[in-house]
């Protein structure tokens, strides 16, 4: 059974700390999503990554993916309020086209 | 910017009722996807529909689950017989090439 595992699942910084979300996928894929969730909103598409050792930043977000390890990352500098939501990663195990498999959720609350 | 939409905002339903969720990709998008969301839990991929046909599909879309492209512009997601357990959160996303995705704003589906 595939399993996206991500840590924490609840976090809670101050302003201007610096913290990374883990995720964790038990099969191999070289194709992992990351989306951001307001409370009560759709999910935003925040980063795709397609390769091994594909980094890709916007603004005080960073992600990672190691496929060799199974593992990516989401990092955050400087942390601001406006980053609190939920974030969650997703694998993409499709064949013929996207079958996605989404992790459990890091809700992240940023304490002014 | 272009938007995906999607209607009614909130649906309720007796059980064993049929259910059509709508939706209006972004007009140049090939790439359909349906996710459901129970409350407080991760996001789950339902269907993948590309060049007029279903590409993937999860467990979850049995029998009582169909999508359909009715027209150039709409998707439609239909429950056949809705269950107490389908009452979740329906997301609608689009994609132009099956990379980004950009979800629509959701439909409630209540099962009573």
């Known amino acids: 059974e595939l399993k996206v595992e991500q840590n924490p699942l609840f976090l809670s910084m101050q302003e201007g700390k610096n913290y990374t979300i883990y995720c964790n996928y038990s099969?191999?894929?070289?194709?992992l999503y990351w989306y951001r969730q307001d409370p009560g909103k759709s999910l935003e598409s925040l980063f795709v990554?397609?390769?091994?050792?594909a980094v890709k930043q916007e603004g005080r977000l960073m992600a990672s993916l190691d496929t060799k390890a199974r593992l990516s990352t989401l990092h955050i500098t400087a942390a601001v309020h406006d980053l609190s939501a939920t974030y969650f990663c997703?694998?993409?195990?499709?064949?013929?086209?996207?079958?996605?498999?989404f992790g459990t959720g890091t809700s992240l609350t940023v304490i002014p | 910017e272009p938007e995906v939409t999607q209607t009614p905002s909130h649906q309720v339903t007796q059980m064993g009722q049929e259910v059509i969720l709508r939706c209006v990709p972004i007009?140049?998008?090939?790439?359909f996807y349906w996710y459901r969301q129970i409350l407080g839990q991760k996001v789950e991929f339902l269907v993948s529909?590309?060049?007029?046909?279903?590409?993937?599909k999860s467990e979850i879309f049995d029998d009582q689950f169909s999508v359909e492209r009715p027209d150039g512009s709409n998707f439609t997601l239909k429950i056949r017989s809705t269950k107490l357990e389908d009452s979740a959160m329906y997301f609608c996303?689009?994609?132009?090439?099956?990379?980004?995705?950009?979800f629509g704003p959701g439909t409630r589906l209540t099962v009573l």
């Open positions: 529909f590309y060049n007029n046909e279903i590409s993937e």
């Open positions: 997703a694998v993409d195990l499709g064949d013929t086209g996207n079958q996605f498999y």
């Open positions: 990554l397609l390769s091994n050792g």
């Open positions: 007009s140049n998008h090939l790439y």
């Open positions: 996303a689009s994609s132009e090439w099956g990379i980004t995705q950009y």
């Open positions: 099969t191999t894929s070289d194709r």
